[in-house]
């Protein structure tokens, strides 16, 4: 089916659809891919309907004091779901490097990443990086008033006005602001957000200083979503608790200014089609025909619960010495943050942990853990899905997690098992996968020997079963799921839209 926004869309994401690399020779800025759910999901209604896209270049104010920066149109060749955006379709919004680093690495990551998933321990409250928070948020509030005082030359009717969707946690600061402009100059326009991480419960969120701002800033759209209905249920009883706001928990309502804000659970899908392509012409990779393969993909993260992980591993070989020679590892960790401390110790820890046990276990012929640092090919990656016995999701806290659902779109072959942690949002609804919680090492074990021994008809069930549901709620679902919540849905081909 096809579908488009009938209004403008206007998307603001903290970075653009793609990297823009300056080539020396050409004296000019090429684009790389970049090829996240948000970006698949969104780059190509963003082209179908002539929107705009807004986000941060990669580039500093200082670089582009030498460098003017005209955003290249798509190299022909180009496939990727962002290859329709033409340039005029962009917006770069230039930030001066200290600012958005004390925005960037101090309130987004420093601040907010570790709050919301959690774990309030390792977050660092400070006033300065609050301020380049608020400072960088306005400036894409700006860059959206202008795109919108841009398309208010052009009258909307009621059934056309223009849609802002900004997306997660270094943005909530921006709603507020925009609606705020649009109403003193009568620009129209629907906002609503995405937040792509957990919202946190009103125990942990409250440890912020500027708690009642953030809700503030938020409560400038029109409809708020997230994932799963834990997280709007958190969302809410905050807005009650710390702004006294009237909320209905059934509708999921809160009351804000005068106006009704919808909180809505709408949990991201994957493009299934594509990954269930990629695993069908992807080569075999893998040499290890007599080993059962246990997979692990995560950017580098301590979220992610590697360690544990891997300890949970270390105890499987303990326990069960007979896996030796029989199973294998194969933990890919993709490099980020580089440039923040605890990034850096957390890459340590896991060097160590993986020569640990590799020293302890390993024979003359085999390797228990294959540990990759960096990023390997989406058709590798899709080798890899297809190819393994057990994936290992074992988040300590993921808003979602799309490796657990691109594994299961990967099963054409033999079927594997899925183990996955209940705090992940993708744990609420693949109830087929084995659940584990990643701290009790010694479950973790016993549930990596249950899936590493099931047998095949049970397999086949649990991951027909979740295969069926991925392909359903994919990231178009979520797309439209979105627009229609906005009341902004074109059908093109008069298909059913959703339930
Ligand atoms: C945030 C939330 C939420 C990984 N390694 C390679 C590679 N990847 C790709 C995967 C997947 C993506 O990275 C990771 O997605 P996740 O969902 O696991 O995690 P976050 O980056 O933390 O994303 C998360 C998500 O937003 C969407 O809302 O699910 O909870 O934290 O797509 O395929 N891709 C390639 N090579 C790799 O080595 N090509």
Redesign the pocket.
């Known amino acids: 089916m096809n579908f488009t926004a009938s209004g403008s869309l206007i998307v603001v994401s903290n970075r653009l659809p793609f990297v823009l690399k300056y080539n020396e020779e050409s004296g000019s800025f090429e684009r790389k891919s970049s090829?996240?759910?948000?970006v698949t999901a969104v780059a190509p209604v963003v082209a179908q309907c002539g929107g705009i896209w807004i986000g941060w270049s990669g580039l500093y104010m200082e670089e582009l004091a030498t460098t003017k920066l005209e955003i290249p149109e798509s190299d022909p060749a180009d496939k990727t779901p962002t290859a329709g955006i033409k340039s005029k379709q962009i917006v770069a919004v230039n930030v001066d490097k200290e600012i958005f680093q004390q925005y960037y690495n101090g309130c987004c990551n420093g601040t907010f990443w570790p709050l919301f998933h959690s774990m309030s321990d390792r977050a660092i409250f400070s006033t300065e990086s609050w301020e380049a928070y608020v400072q960088v948020n306005q400036e894409f509030a700006e860059s959206t008033l202008n795109a919108l005082r841009k398309l208010n030359e052009t009258p909307e009717t009621d059934a056309n006005i223009p849609l802002v969707w900004i997306h997660d946690y270094h943005l909530m600061m921006a709603a507020s602001t925009i609606r705020q402009k649009a109403e003193e100059e009568n620009l129209r326009c629907k906002i609503g957000f995405f937040l792509?991480?957990p919202f946190p419960s009103w125990d942990i969120f409250r440890l912020f200083p500027r708690d009642d701002e953030v809700l503030q800033g938020m409560l400038g759209c029109d409809m708020i979503g997230f994932?799963i209905v834990d997280y709007c249920l958190n969302f809410i009883d905050c807005c009650q608790r710390r702004l006294g706001c009237r909320v209905d928990r059934s509708a999921l309502l809160v009351e804000h200014g005068g106006r009704c804000v919808r909180v809505r659970p709408l949990p991201?899908g994957?493009p299934f089609d594509r990954f269930v392509q990629l695993a069908k012409d992807a080569p075999q990779v893998l040499s290890c025909s007599n080993q059962k393969l246990i997979l692990g993909?995560?950017?580098l993260?301590y979220?992610?619960g590697l360690v544990h992980r891997l300890r949970a591993f270390e105890r499987l070989l303990e326990k069960h010495p007979d896996y030796k020679e029989k199973v294998t590892l194969l933990q890919?960790a993709?490099p980020s943050r580089t440039d923040v401390k605890e990034y850096q110790e957390l890459k340590e820890d896991l060097d160590q942990l993986v020569g640990r046990i590799n020293g302890r276990f390993t024979t003359p012929n085999w390797s228990p853990i294959r540990y990759?640092y960096?990023?390997?090919?989406?058709d590798?990656?899709a080798a890899f899905y297809r190819d393994s016995a057990v994936a290992l999701v074992t988040p300590l806290r993921?808003?979602?997690?799309?490796?657990a659902k691109?594994f299961v779109a990967c099963q054409i072959k033999e079927p594997g098992v899925l183990i996955l942690s209940p705090f992940?949002?993708?744990g609420e609804m693949m109830h087929e996968a084995l659940s584990v919680n990643p701290y009790e090492l010694d479950d973790a074990a016993e549930v990596l020997h249950r899936a590493l021994s099931m047998p095949k008809d049970e397999r086949e069930v649990r991951m027909s079963h979740l295969r069926k549901r991925e392909r359903t709620y994919d990231v178009d679902y979520w797309m439209k799921s979105f627009l229609k919540e906005m009341g902004s849905l074109t059908v093109e081909d008069g298909d059913e839209v959703l339930p």
């Open positions: 090829a996240g759910g948000l792509h991480i994932h991201i994957i993909v995560d950017r993260d979220t992610k890919i993709v990759i960096g990023c390997v090919s989406q590798e990656l993921d808003g979602m997690n799309l490796v691109e992940a949002g993708a």
